[in-house]
């Protein structure tokens, strides 16, 4: 590259000028001095440390034993007079208790009509047991058993209100026909009149004789 002939006194100047900068710059920094920080100074005394305290190891509190409760000597106690021995009293023989009686049994002056109980003053109930259940008794006719008229009992309870319970030949006359007549005529009779309201008992057991008179 070529520089042009009127450019060069004008490089050579400005060359100059730098050149002559940096010698006073350089000058400048010689001559001047700069300020450096004083370092500050300690004193320092060593002191000696006490010696370390020996570790103590913390023991456990023991757990604080019992106590034993001291006894008291017991004060001898006074002796009972002992007291005589009784003889073993004989125990009585109970008697055996004394056997029910059989309720009496009372018999109408019309007709065998008898009731199971100890005390029974109403007459006119057992007529009116004797007339309804004969009424609708009829036997064969003609029956003879062992050359003499059949005889049968049947047995029935009679409620408070006139029901029939438990009919059955508790005698029976030894003739079979004989025998289902008269439980049949009980059985027709049902219900009978209400028992009376002076009899305390819920219920009342009857035995009814039938006798063929041919």
């Known amino acids: 590259m070529r520089i042009g002939r009127g450019l060069t006194p004008f490089l050579v100047l400005s060359l100059c000028l730098h050149v002559g900068l940096c010698f006073f710059y350089v000058r400048a920094v010689r001559g001047a001095r700069l300020p450096f920080p ?44 002992e007291k005589k021995k009784e003889a073993p009293k004989e125990e009585k023989k109970e008697d055996p208790p004394a ?12 007709g065998p009509v008898r009731v199971e109980a ?3 003053p109403f007459a006119y109930y057992l007529a009116l047991i004797e007339n309804r259940v004969g009424g609708n008794w009829a036997p064969p006719k003609g029956l003879v058993a062992k050359g003499k ?27 079979s026909f004989f025998d289902l007549s008269a439980l049949r005529a009980v ?27 041919g």
Do not use: Q
């Not at 005394?45 to 757990?63: A, G, H, I, Q």
């Not at 049902?190 to 008179?213: I, K, M, Q, S, W």
């Open 38 to 81: 004083k370092s500050s100074v300690y004193k320092v005394s060593l002191v000696e440390l006490p010696p370390p305290e020996p570790v103590v190891e913390k023991k456990e509190p023991e757990p604080p034993k019992e106590e034993k409760p001291t006894r008291i000597p017991e004060t001898p106690r006074p002796r009972k007079p």
């Open 99 to 110: 056997r029910e009686e059989t309720p009496r049994l009372r018999e109408t002056t019309n």
């Open 118 to 120: 100890e005390d029974f």
């Open 149 to 175: 008229p059949p005889t049968a009992t049947v047995r029935f309870e009679v409620l408070r209100d006139g029901r029939i319970r438990n009919p059955h030949v508790t005698v029976p006359s030894g003739l």
């Open 187 to 213: 059985l027709d009779s049902e219900p009978l009149p209400p028992l009376p309201d002076a009899f305390a008992g819920e219920r009342l057991g009857v035995n009814f004789v039938f006798r063929y008179e």
